[in-house]
């Protein structure tokens, strides 16, 4: 039986008892806490996947709706352009499309979208209007169609082929389209080069920038460009042995020889026209030309002395009269003084010319 206690032991175990109970109820606080954020990670997981799939859903719809406005606008112009102008419309269509086709025109390039054409996913209908337009060469209308849709969310094989696409078009379409064609061929291989699913494109992208550097005259990266895309089983190989064994090699090889045939031909002039000065430069003027190039030689060599013939210049009048009137004057005093007179002078002259000698 335990002994009496004294006041503070009661009060230490009251308080004892006080803090356990509050550290009970602060633990199950804790865990009715846990439970709750549990939960709320939950729902906020679902409902930001709802919230993913809602905006796909309304980027698609988005896109789908843009398509039909464009294709609806299209459709009125063309309505009211035909109701406004009627047959000058038609000749200006029919201009257009003869002057596209001789813009079109190359050697081994099928430019309609047959074999050598862009395959599309099953994904990318959008894709076929912009063909439809390109193949009746309404090349602006499928410029901007395409921009467009590359602009959107695409998949790496949809934006790949949406490029090659566009290299098309635009080949097709202007003047001088070699550089903005070639952009579109380099970003499809830099898509192709950073993404394993999409390696197997890379023969058709070199074969489009091969086609790009043909038209550049770069015959070295065409070479190149059409090597990498001559693969067993690619629909390309033909047409880039093609390109590698008829017209490659030849430009090559006339790019080799030309330096040739030219510094041959520059020697020949040079020797021929200098056999033409020989015969026709008097005999004056080439012992001036000699004496002025042996003149250049030894300049060359500042510390080589040579014997240098100085022609005498008259002295100054004012320095002779002078001189003259002082002896003159000093004639009384220094009969037997000469006086400067020109052998004199041609005396120092003498000495100074002995001195240059020695």
Known sequence: MPGPTSPFEELAQSCSDDISQIVGELKKQRDHFETLAR???????????????????????????????????????????????GAELDRSIEALLNSSTDRCANETEI???????????????????????????DFVAATTELDRLLKGPLSADARIEGLLL???????????????????????????????????????????????????????????????????????????????????????????????????????EHRAIAALVDIQLPQSKRQKSLLSSHRLSTQKFPKVYFKVKWKRKPLP???????????????????????????????????REAALDI
């Open 39 to 85: 939960q709320y990670e939950s729902g906020y997981k679902t409902l930001k996947a709802h919230f993913q799939e809602l905006h796909d859903r309304y980027l698609a719809s988005q896109a789908k709706l843009a398509n039909e406005q464009t294709v609806t606008r299209r459709l009125r112009d063309k309505l009211r352009s035909i109701q406004e102008h």
């Open 111 to 137: 430019v309609g979208f047959d074999v050598d054409g862009p395959t599309f996913p099953p994904s990318c209908v959008n894709f076929r209007r912009v063909e439809q337009s390109a193949n009746r060469k």
């Open 166 to 268: 566009r290299s098309i078009i635009v080949r097709a379409s202007m003047t001088d389209p070699e550089y903005e064609a070639l952009v579109a061929c380099i970003e499809a291989l830099e898509i192709c080069k950073n993404r394993p699913d999409v390696k197997h494109l890379i023969p058709k992208v070199q074969y489009y920038a091969g086609i790009c550097h043909y038209r550049l005259r770069r015959w070295l990266l065409a070479q190149d460009a059409f090597n990498a895309a001559v693969k067993p089983g690619e629909p390309f190989s033909a047409s880039a042995l093609y390109f590698l064994n008829s017209s490659i090699e030849k430009e090559l090889d006339e790019a080799n020889g030309e330096p040739v045939v030219q510094a041959r031909s520059a020697f020949e």
């Open 317 to 351: 009048s004012s320095w002779l009269d002078t001189v003259q009137r002082k002896n003159q004057r000093d004639g009384d005093n220094h009969p037997k003084q000469t006086s400067p007179t020109s052998e004199g002078l041609d005396t120092s002259s003498e000495s």
